[in-house]
Nanobody, 133 residues
Framework: QVQLVESGGGSVQAGGSLRLSCAAS????????MGWFRRAPGKEREGVAAIDSDENTSYADSVKGRFTISKDNAKNTLYLQMNNLKLEDTSMYYC???????????????????????????WGQGTQVTVSS
């Protein structure tokens, strides 16, 4: 069983920065995918950034060049550094983990596109990010 707790959300002006953290407890080893997803009111949950156990990363086009995903394996913590925040980044941000029997090339890209539309894997409760002008 894996539990995920997000933190670091808050209110920030456009152009500002925030760093989200996701502390994971439980057995996360071997092959896995970890990522950040977000859902704005009235919209579907969408993938923001993902990283696999081989450190391959994937980003949504809307955040490329502004957001950076990273993880600290020793602390079992996932991060999302968000710079140059825009009004449209306002959302509830969720952390997710999916454990795999093995990694498949390109799986991190596919997972980022589709995982937000399912409840497979493990999910945190979310942290709110609000960007104002």
């Amino acid at each position: 069983q894996v539990q995920l707790v997000e933190s670091g959300g808050g209110s920030v002006q456009a152009g500002g920065s925030l760093r989200l953290s996701c502390a994971a407890s439980g057995d996360i080893s071997g092959s896995y995918l970890m990522g950040w997803f977000r859902r704005a009111p009235g919209k579907e949950r969408e993938g923001v950034a993902a990283i696999d156990s081989d450190e391959n990363t994937s980003y949504a086009d809307s955040v490329k060049g502004r957001f950076t995903i990273s993880k600290d394996n020793a602390k079992n913590t996932l991060y999302l550094q968000m710079n140059n925040l825009k009004l449209e980044d306002t959302s509830m941000y969720y952390c997710s983990v999916d454990l795999l029997p093995r990694l498949v090339p390109g799986e991190v890209d596919r997972w980022l596109r589709v995982a937000g539309l399912t409840n497979f894997g493990y999910w945190g409760q979310g942290t709110q990010v609000t960007v104002s002008s």
